[in-house]
């Protein structure tokens, strides 16, 4: 329930607020007096989407507060809790717009952006005129209206998750298949490229070992001989080993007579003839591994050249060519198994379209049940409006399946017996119109507690006892609740349980707005005057007595 609205330096108010209370608060006023003003003030720091210049001449920022009271169980917890918001039973709004066209918003001195506003905005007020803020008038929004007085959030929810489900699975079919075609465009490719490769048979690191292995065989042609040549210098013979064996001879001989003056020389030979050996034995070793069969060389670079080709011809390393050859396996599997898999997914597909089905025909019967419940709700509150002799039908139509069901939703009227229905705009007259809009709104908003609602000259084009029919029904609506309604009929004020009197000055050249809490004797004036016009007489005076008895 709103508590308290304050306002500073928007458009033509300077400073103004109200407290409206529990049950029926009007606002009356000459036109331009600001009534709609106090309506876009309230919007404003609700979030709702308006004009941008509403800051007040010659000021530099302008600024609205709003006090919600909240009941334990009020929707709008959820909300805060959502954003973080702590509130124990008061909200509090502000927010501030600067010229420059900047809005900066506080929820309980938290500061929050626009969507959380809004998002509280629909818990805690109902904004709704002839021209039909909300979409009465619209058929496009008609299902959504009727699905919310139906209480079927649940079957909506159940039936988007199994549309969800289903353009799922038609989108992993239609993915399947293309992925299937596409490979067919390519299988005569793949079984070739499949059999080279396993063919050839390629391993990692292949290329590396077959490509040093043929540089050493071609350079073993080239020092082969030059080894070969080496080994035999130094073996026995004529060999260095032969040789220097039979110094060796020669020298112990020697020594018989010489004595230890070759002791020196036969040591040094000795040590040469064991080095000589072990050069011999790492030259033989050597031979040994350039020692290759004359044909591996061919056979080598053949493999190599084979392997490298592949991996151009692929555009891949060659090390990679086994991996991009299972790639290629795994592309014709899914070929080969493509078909079962297909079939896999059409079942898929068929159980999630049986599901939607019959999702989608039990929310469809629960609109039905809903739409019969809402023509006769409005049936209840057109008669009081003295409209019981027009009809409300809320037709059900096939539609194109979507995430929200199979149905189209639209409310029709027709305004006397026997006459076609209609839409609501193209049918009703404006007066009509408007109970007609008044009627659905309390049909739609019963069972919103903790809602302030707010109607905006609904009463527009209706007078004397209908007038007075849609005054009481406010009242009626108002009971246990909060209403606020902006309305230049007398009979409409003289229902209020709080009444407003919005008012102009001019100040030092400027225009300025007043808001006044009417006691009983201004607000006898006040009625008069809306009787009258801008001369009150004692006869007018009267007549607003009766229609404030009345209304009380």
């Known amino acids: ?7 500073r330096d928007m458009l033509i108010i300077d400073h103004l607020g109200i407290a409206p209370g529990g049950g029926l608060n009007v606002l009356t006023g000459e036109t331009g007096a600001g009534k709609s003003i106090l309506l876009d003030s309230l919007g404003f720091v609700l979030g709702w989407r308006g004009r941008s210049d509403m800051v007040r001449e010659g000021s530099v920022t302008g600024e609205v507060e709003a006090v919600f009271e909240l009941a334990p169980d009020h929707s709008a917890h959820s909300v805060l809790e959502a954003a973080g918001i702590p509130c124990e039973g008061e909200l509090i709004l502000r927010r501030i717009n600067s010229r420059d066209g900047r809005k900066t918003a506080w929820v309980n001195s938290r500061r929050v952006s626009g969507e959380v506003l809004r ?112 080994y035999q210098s130094l073996g026995t013979g004529e060999g260095a080993e032969g040789r220097i064996g039979d110094a060796l001879r020669w020298l112990e001989d020697a020594q018989v007579q010489a004595g230890e003056v070759l002791a020196a020389p036969l040591a040094s030979l000795q040590r040469t003839l064991v080095e000589l050996g072990e050069a011999q034995d790492g030259v033989e070793t050597a031979m040994q591994a350039l020692s290759f069969d004359p044909h591996e060389l061919e056979t080598a670079e053949e ?33 080969d198994q493509g078909e079962q898999g297909i079939s896999a997914l059409v079942a898929a597909m068929t159980a999630a379209q049986e599901k939607y089905q019959d ?15 809402l023509d006769k709700a409005m049936a209840g509150e057109l008669a009081p409006l003295k409209m019981e002799r027009a009809v409300f039908t809320t037709e059900i139509n096939p539609a194109d399946h979507g995430p929200e069901g199979t149905d189209n939703v639209t409310f029709r009227v027709a305004t006397n017996p026997g006459a076609p229905s209609g839409p609501l705009n193209k049918i009703a007259s404006g007066g009509e119109l408007s109970r007609f809009l ?38 009626e609506l108002a009971a246990g609740g909060q209403v606020l309604v902006v309305t230049h009929s007398p009979q409409v004020a003289a229902f209020g349980s709080v009444h407003w009197q919005v008012s102009k000055r ?18 006898i004036d006040e009625v008069a005057r809306m009787l009258a016009g801008d001369i009150v007489t004692d006869e007018a005076r009267a007549a607003a007595r009766t229609l404030l008895e009345k209304g009380t």
Request: glycine share 8%; with cysteine; net charge neutral.
């Open 359 to 373: 999702v989608a025909a039990s929310l469809s019967n629960a609109r039905a049940s809903a739409a019969a419940r």
């Open 1 to 7: 329930m709103l508590r308290s609205l304050e306002i």
């Open 119 to 230: 998002a509280l905005s629909d818990t805690l007020v109902e904004l709704h005129g002839q021209q039909d803020d909300r979409g009465l008038l619209n058929p496009r929004v008609h299902r959504q209206l009727l699905d919310e007085f139906g209480g079927l959030g649940t079957r909506i929810t159940s039936c988007r998750a199994a549309w969800r489900a289903l353009s799922q699975s038609q989108n992993a079919l239609d993915q399947a298949r293309a992925d299937l075609d596409e490979i067919k465009a390519e299988e005569e490719f793949l079984r070739h490229a499949v059999a080279e490769l396993d063919a050839l048979s390629p391993q990692p690191g292949e290329e590396g070992t077959l490509d040093s292995r043929r540089r050493l065989m071609q350079a073993a042609e080239k020092i082969g001989g030059d080894i070969s040549k080496a």
């Open 303 to 335: 493999r190599l050249f084979a392997i490298r080709a592949l991996a151009r011809k692929h555009n891949v390393a060659p090390d990679d060519l086994g991996d991009f050859a299972g790639q290629l396996r795994v592309r014709l599997s899914a070929l």
């Open 506 to 523: 001019v100040e030092n050249g400027m225009t300025l707005s007043d808001v006044t809490l009417l006691d009983a004797p201004t607000r």
């Open 438 to 475: 008044l009627a659905l709104k309390v049909c739609l908003t019963r069972g919103s507690p903790g809602l302030t609602l707010i109607f905006d000259e609904i009463d527009r084009g209706v007078g004397g006892a209908t007038a007075d029919a849609v005054g009481r029904r406010l009242a």
